[in-house]
């Protein structure tokens, strides 16, 4: 059974900081790895897609890392804003179970 | 281009009683899912759909929980009879297939009392 894990479950930050935050999963038999995010009350948001042929993604001021083999990758966010405070959530496509597994996110408050 | 459409946004019914969740995709995507998500946690899978046909149900408790997607387009999610366990955020979502980018809708709070 995949399983996937987020680590810290929760970050707070001054305004300004750039920050790194953590995915782990078990089986490496990925198709794809996903990071999303999540505000107060509303649906998930797709922040990036990385194919397991890949190393990183980047969209403007976050970059998605992935390392296969070890099971892991890394959300880094660049000089942070309020506005990037919400849960955020990474998720796993496995090639032996054909859908997204999810971690339990990692709740995010950027401070003025 | 408008997202994945979810109504009702928030119901509280009495247990034992029948809920109804409906889900519009984004046009032109023919996977849809249903997930259920809890507090605190990421989401899980309900079920999957491929255009009309439900090809993933595994996580779909069937005693109680029906769901149906006519004419591959609009989904139902049902729950008969409600449990107070069953209470949590009910969200759809679309792709144009299973391995890309899947779109959320807002999802439904349900609260069992």
């Known amino acids: 059974k995949q399983e996937v894990t987020q680590i810290p479950a929760a970050l707070s930050v001054p305004e300004g900081e750039n920050l790194v935050l953590n995915c782990s999963f078990t089986d490496s038999a990925i198709y794809n790895l996903q990071w999303f995010r999540q505000d107060p009350g509303k649906g998930l948001t797709s922040l990036l897609l990385i194919q397991s042929s890949q190393r990183e993604q980047t969209s403007g001021r976050l970059n998605a890392s992935l390392d296969k083999s070890s099971g892991r990758s890394t959300l880094y966010i660049a000089a942070s804003q309020p506005g990037d405070s919400a849960t955020y959530l990474c998720a796993v496509f496995g090639t032996s179970y054909g859908k997204l597994t999810f971690g339990q996110g990692t709740i995010l408050t950027v401070h003025p | 281009e408008a997202g994945v459409v979810q109504s009702p946004r928030y119901k509280i019914i009495e247990k034992k009683q029948p809920v109804a969740f409906w889900c519009n995709p984004i046009?032109?995507?023919?996977?849809l899912y249903w997930y259920l998500q809890n507090l605190g946690q990421g989401p899980e899978l309900l079920i999957r759909y491929e255009n009309e046909e439900a090809v993933d149900d595994s996580q779909l408790p069937k005693d109680r929980f029906s769901a149906e997607r006519l004419k591959g387009v609009d989904s139902t999610l049902k729950i008969q009879p409600a449990e107070l366990g069953d209470s949590a955020v009910y969200l759809c979502?679309?792709?144009?297939?299973?391995?890309?980018?899947?779109?959320f809708g807002p999802g439904t709070r349900l609260t069992v009392l």
């Open positions: 046009s032109g995507h023919n996977t």
């Open positions: 979502a679309s792709s144009l297939s299973k391995t890309d980018t899947q779109y």
